[in-house]
């Protein structure tokens, strides 16, 4: 099955700068790649998703970016803000109608 | 948007008991609906695939007669946790795909305390 790794585990950054996670898949078959942002007690929440026939997506401060041959993917967040504080979680999947595979997750906090 | 909806969203039991948590699909209709847990400061895991009209599909490791499905209706799946233990606390979130995009949509989570 897919298996998804997820670093770095945690990250601080100062308010402003540019926080970047990283994910591998296993699975060359996989074609949908979501982004997850997900606050203490609550549901995850979609931030941006990707596709495999792109190779980078991006929405206001925040951009994806797919590399296949390497079956790795990254989130970027520019001018981090408070709110920016959160865990993220990659996750792959076939199809998109399909289970997802979640990586780990990240802690991100945003240093005022 | 598409919506999906839990209850209970928290729930206190005594070991031994069972107790059956709700999925609902309120603005759209989901054959495939898929369940997972999430213990504190960890991924989500999928435990299985509630499919409407048959059984559900299990992931590896997942105790089948302990965690009930059912997907009776195509808006309706529900997870019964049976002779529940402290080990089962954890937080459960039911999510189901949309018909037009890829995106997954997610019910708010249960969380189950067993003491």
């Known amino acids: 099955g897919e298996n998804v790794e997820q670093h770095p585990s945690t990250l601080s950054v100062q308010e402003g700068d540019s926080a970047v996670i990283k994910c591998t898949y296993s699975?060359?078959?996989?074609?949908?790649f979501p982004w997850y942002k997900q606050e203490l007690g609550k549901r995850p929440q979609l931030i941006i998703d990707?596709?495999?026939?792109?190779g980078e997506k991006k929405d206001q401060r925040i951009a994806v970016t797919l590399n296949k041959t390497a079956k790795h993917f990254s989130l970027h967040i520019t001018e981090t803000q408070p709110e920016d504080s959160a865990v993220y979680f990659c996750?792959?999947?076939?199809?998109?109608?399909?289970?997802?595979?979640f990586g780990t997750g990240t802690r991100l906090t945003i240093i005022p | 948007g598409a919506v999906v909806s839990q209850h209970p969203s928290w729930v206190i039991c005594k070991s031994g008991t069972s107790v059956k948590i709700e999925c609902r699909s309120l603005d759209f209709q989901a054959t495939t609906m898929f369940w997972y847990r999430q213990f504190p400061k960890q991924s989500l895991m999928l435990m299985a695939t509630s499919n409407e009209g048959s059984k559900a599909t299990y992931e590896q490791g997942v105790e089948k007669d302990k965690f009930l499905i059912n997907h009776a209706s195509l808006t309706l799946s529900t997870l019964t946790v049976t002779s529940a233990h402290p080990e089962d606390s954890s937080f459960y979130i039911c999510?189901?795909?949309?018909?037009?995009?890829?995106?997954?949509?997610f019910g708010p989570g249960t969380r189950l305390t067993v003491t």
């Open positions: 990707i596709r495999s026939n792109v």
């Open positions: 996750a792959a999947s076939n199809f998109g109608n399909e289970k997802l595979t």
């Open positions: 699975d060359s078959a996989s074609n949908y």
């Open positions: 999510s189901a795909p949309g018909t037009v995009s890829y995106e997954q949509y």
